[in-house]
């Protein structure tokens, strides 16, 4: 029997190395993309576990997977560190930089 490439395997490794680069876009596209991946990561997977003398690429969807994950704990904290900075300096600085520094030295007491 011909060995066939597992579906998606490919796209699971890519959306997990794209979930780590654009964590910094405010986390929610790199939470988007780890999150895609690990839904097409476990349906893959199933795949594999029911016929793996079929598939091969079986290890893009596992690297992919793992990526994925760290690109969604990446993503979550660096979301909670925006969401902290809006919280402590108001949307208004996030949009002007004098008022951002001016708010930060209030903050740190000076």
Known sequence: MEQ??????????????LSIVTCCCY????????????????????LYI????????????KTGKILAIIGIVLSVLY????????????WEAMQDQELMQERMREFMGQ
């Open 50 to 61: 029911a016929n793996p003398e079929i598939y091969t690429g079986y290890s893009n969807v």
């Open 4 to 17: 066939q490439k597992l579906p998606n395997s490919t796209l699971i490794l890519v959306f997990g190395i």
């Open 27 to 46: 986390g929610i596209i790199g939470l988007a993309l780890g999150i895609t991946a690990i839904i097409l990561a476990s349906k893959a997977t199933q």
């Open 79 to 90: 979301l909670i560190f925006v969401v902290w900075i809006i919280s402590v300096f108001g």
